[in-house]
């Protein structure tokens, strides 16, 4: 039997238990046997705390989690598990476009009928869904926006608030200039010789401006239609010429680690991450004190998105042999009960509606974004891109630091990538013909 067959035979069998189970655990049942899962560093702490409340009403049952620190480690893992036909019951990782995958080769349980999905907040769910339904729940989110030194900031007079942070990239500029004035040369920081910084703001520029602009873009990059060294990119490059005059000429050769120094002292006031960088800002110092805001590329404030996608999320396989009970658990893990025991222990913020889990209050500004629906999505799809580009962009804005002119940096990247192209054209048409854009 194949797998999609399987799964057809494996979704019949359990129907029942799936209307039984609808938006909630079944306290009353009497379950019992093994739940085998992979998952990844923080994402296994949260289960296994959710888990120890799920087994005071059901002790018969055990969990026995594979865990890896790195999401490296982790696509080793299930490559090896598939080829053996040893896949666990259920597992957890980031969000891409091997679900899909995965789901089109009918290794997943469809979840739409069994309720589990009503108890997911608003967002985009491009990456958990193939041909109409839902193979996954999101548990956690990434978001990427501009840390700031909220202590320092009051300091001079300046106070960020939910009705007052910037909405457009003149507002964030007369702000850069506002700190500037009051006595900070240099308020916007960039760590030149990190990657990851390096990359942060225009991988936020995409996803708010290029995607805002045309959501098909990268596909239409595969299909020949647009290309990285076209105006649309390289306006980026004009964008962030803007912010360079607030830059220190000394980020080229910056790291992380000083460029997170200069921002506990107060040298630096503003830069492009993700949101869970505060957490190596608070080993640092904890008496650091962050707001963050949506990151403003946007010229207009009517354009303003948040750039925020759902992460870590859960899956059932077909392989299972105990289908009912992995529902009910994934029933509890989603509930608001069972999320915020698994947020409080792991410090995400939270997916399911009703959690009530703590919340670090530098996120004041972008919760009520999200709470009260205040401005579009823009999704964290770097993911779907073909293995080896983010090396190309992190690269190339490394070297636009450096002084490289913008000709050169994105005529080198729209070529390199053309060679990823070439290199991988079966990755190209699985992308374009198995990637749902919502």
Known sequence: MNKKMYATTFLAACSMLVMNCQTSFAEETDFSGTITMFATGNTAKGVQAAFEEYQKMHPDVELEIS?????????????AAISSDTLPDMYAAQ?????????AQGYLMDLSDTGIMDNLVNGDTSLITYNGGYYAFPMTTAI???????????KLGIELTTENYPTNMDEFIDLLQQCRDAGVEYPFGVAGADASSCTAWPFQYIYQVLYGEDPDFYANVLKGEKAWNGDEFR????VYDRLREYVSPNSTAKSMDELYADFIVGDTLFFSQVATTIKSIKELDPETEIILIPSCFTEKSEDQTLISGFDEAFSITTSTKNPELCVDFLAYLTSPEGSTLFDNETGYIPTVKGCESKVDSAYDIVLDIMQNDKLPNSPILSRQWIAGFKELLKSGCQNWLAGEDIDSVVNTIEEDHKRLM????DWVQSFLDNYEWH
């Open 67 to 79: 865990n890896t620190e790195t999401v490296t480690d982790f696509e080793t893992m299930m490559t």
């Open 95 to 103: 969000v891409g476009a091997v679900e899909q995958q995965y789901a």
């Open 235 to 238: 306006e980026m490059f004009n």
């Open 144 to 154: 990427s926006v501009t840390l700031c030194n909220k202590g320092e900031l009051e």
């Open 422 to 425: 070439e290199a991988d054209p």
